[in-house]
Each structure stands twice: as C-alpha cells, then as structure tokens.
C-alpha cells in the first residue's frame, strides 16, 4: 500500500480518519482515500502530515526508514 506509513502513523497515536481529516480541513472519506492509495497526496497535505506527526516527507513516502525530521 503506497500511503500504508500514514495509516500507521495516525494508528500508533490513537486517532481514527475522522480526527486527521478534521485537523488537515477536510473530509473523512478524502483523507481515507489518500491512506487507501486511491487519491495522490498534495504536497500542502504532505507538508502539514510531516509537521503534525513531526516526521520527514520522505518517510512518510516510505522512502526512508528514519523518522525524524530534518532542520
């Protein structure tokens, strides 16, 4: 799954879709569609994912495997 890192992120700090999508300013059913892969995720999206869970954009890409953020 190619968003399954966001999924996992959002599980490990016990919020469910509904509570994401209300802090990223949209619906629960478009934020799903991101975590199932069906829609890409703008990069504004990517930003704020990044900045909330306090992680790279690359890790959440699963591009690496290192969490933190870079300053």
Do not use: C, H
Not at 13 to 31: C, E, R
Not at 49 to 64: C, H, K, P, R, V
């Amino acid at each position: 799954m190619m968003y399954r890192r966001i999924r996992d992120l959002r599980e490990d700090n016990d919020l469910n879709q509904t509570q994401v999508a209300k802090m990223l300013g949209m619906s629960q059913t478009g934020y799903s569609k991101y975590e199932t892969g069906e829609n890409d995720i703008p990069t504004a999206v990517l930003i704020k994912l990044a900045e909330f869970y306090g992680t790279s954009i690359d890790y959440l890409l699963d591009q690496t495997d290192e969490r933190r953020r870079y300053q």
